[in-house]
């Protein structure tokens, strides 16, 4: 089992970066395919990006590709989510979550474990 604490969240102007991070605890944190999914106020939960337990291939949606880079630190037990370019349709809560399954999944409900989510707002 993993835990995750997502951090790093806060205010930005649209243009402008923040780097969100997903610390985890247990010691098999490299067995477990990490994702990043994103909630706006009324609108269903959204896939960010993941990235693989091993070869650290990294995936993406299309709404954030070429603007976020997914990059993890096994020995840290911590994920990253470094986003820039950010606009205003970007605000939302973001979550990191684990999954043990084979692959990447873009689905949430393939994902078990989740963190508390932070707060991304990008004003305008």
């Known amino acids: 089992q993993v835990q995750l604490v997502e951090s790093g969240g806060g205010l930005v102007q649209a243009g402008g970066s923040l780097r969100l991070s997903c610390a985890a605890s247990?010691?098999?944190?490299?067995?477990?395919?990490i994702a990043w999914f994103r909630q706006a106020p009324g609108k269903e939960r959204e896939f960010v990006g993941a990235i693989s337990r091993s070869n650290y291939n990294t995936y993406y949606g299309d709404s954030v590709k070429g603007r976020f880079t997914i990059s993890r630190d096994n020995a840290q037990n911590t994920i990253f989510l470094q986003m820039n370019s950010l606009k205003p349709e970007d605000t939302a809560n973001y979550y990191c979550?684990?999954?043990?399954?084979?692959?990447?999944?873009?689905?949430?409900?393939?994902?078990?474990?989740w963190g508390q989510g932070t707060q991304v707002t990008v004003s305008s």
């Open positions: 247990g010691r098999t944190f490299g067995s477990y395919a």
């Open positions: 979550a684990a999954t043990l399954r084979l692959g990447v999944p873009r689905i949430e409900y393939e994902y078990d474990y």
